[in-house]
């Protein structure tokens, strides 16, 4: 999880290198970069959910094996949710950043259409960003305003960047799918431990009643010994009191 952290942060920087770049090739050179670290990232990713998903299921196998106490099911159990919840919490830093840059494209595109119409409204500046056929939008844009030859390095632009906002959405919605089902994850695995600790504290429950029945029967046996051992001598000195007064009526 360390690696994605640090190729996390390495997006970022790659994002911010095409956000700026001022011309083509620049942006061209860190946005193939930046997807061949968001590629490696996602992989890894992926590797990681399904460990996850391994050591969760070995979690629910653990339940009905003998060999495992309840304690350490619950140790296991906790362990896995532990990580679990910090992948989570990897995966929502992840796409933040990733909404937060496909915001800034957007920002930057409606920037470079204002510039090329002044008189676009709001909607009109919105509905172009978000068509896909974005580049011939600004291009014309452009052209009506006497600028023709900015239209074909504005053209370019726009659809890199276009094409930037449809990569980072795709990220972003497989980002959230795989964060609901850590999430599930998560929520089992707590489910789990808290069947688990349920069993535990009925054990302990019943221990401790079994303790107290235990040291009752013990208070019990000790009361009857005592009672047997009176009723014993009692009949031994009925028998001596017998014994006697027949053995001095018969003199």
């Known amino acids: 999880?360390?690696?994605?952290?640090?190729?996390?942060s390495e997006i970022r920087s790659l994002h911010e290198r095409a956000l700026v770049a001022t011309n083509e090739p620049r942006h061209k050179e860190a946005a193939l970069e930046r997807d061949e670290k968001v590629a490696a990232t996602n992989s890894m990713i992926s590797?990681?959910?399904?460990?996850?998903?391994e050591t969760a299921d070995a979690c629910k196998r653990s339940k009905h094996d003998p060999s495992v106490t309840k304690s350490q099911m619950t140790a296991r159990g906790g362990r896995q949710q532990a990580l679990a919840k910090k992948f989570a919490d990897q995966l929502q830093r992840y796409r933040q950043m990733e909404y937060e840059y496909s915001q800034r494209n957007r920002e930057r595109l409606e920037r470079?259409?204002?510039i090329a119409r002044p008189d676009a409204?709001?909607?009109e500046?919105?509905?172009?960003?978000?068509?896909?056929?974005?580049?011939?939008v600004f291009s014309q844009a452009v052209m009506s305003s006497n600028r023709l030859g900015d239209a074909r390095r504005v053209l370019l632009d726009v659809e890199e960047r276009q094409a930037d906002i449809r990569k980072i959405e795709k990220t972003i919605n497989e980002l959230?799918?795989?964060?609901?089902e850590v999430s599930e994850m998560v929520n089992q695995q707590q489910e789990i431990i808290d069947s688990i600790e349920t069993a535990v504290e009925e054990t302990h429950v019943n221990v401790v009643q079994a303790r107290k029945e235990?040291?009752?029967?013990?208070?019990?046996?000790?009361?009857t010994r005592k009672t047997m051992w009176c009723i014993i001598i009692f009949l031994i000195i009925v028998v001596i009191v017998v014994g006697l007064v027949l053995y001095f009526k018969l003199r």
């Open 112 to 114: 470079q259409y204002r």
């Open 47 to 53: 590797e990681i959910k399904e460990n996850l998903r």
């Open 214 to 223: 235990v040291k009752e029967a013990t208070v019990l046996r000790k009361k």
């Open 121 to 123: 409204t709001e909607e």
């Open 176 to 180: 959230a799918q795989m964060f609901i």
């Open 125 to 136: 500046v919105r509905d172009a960003v978000a068509n896909d056929q974005a580049g011939k």
């Open 1 to 8: 999880m360390s690696q994605v952290d640090q190729n996390i």
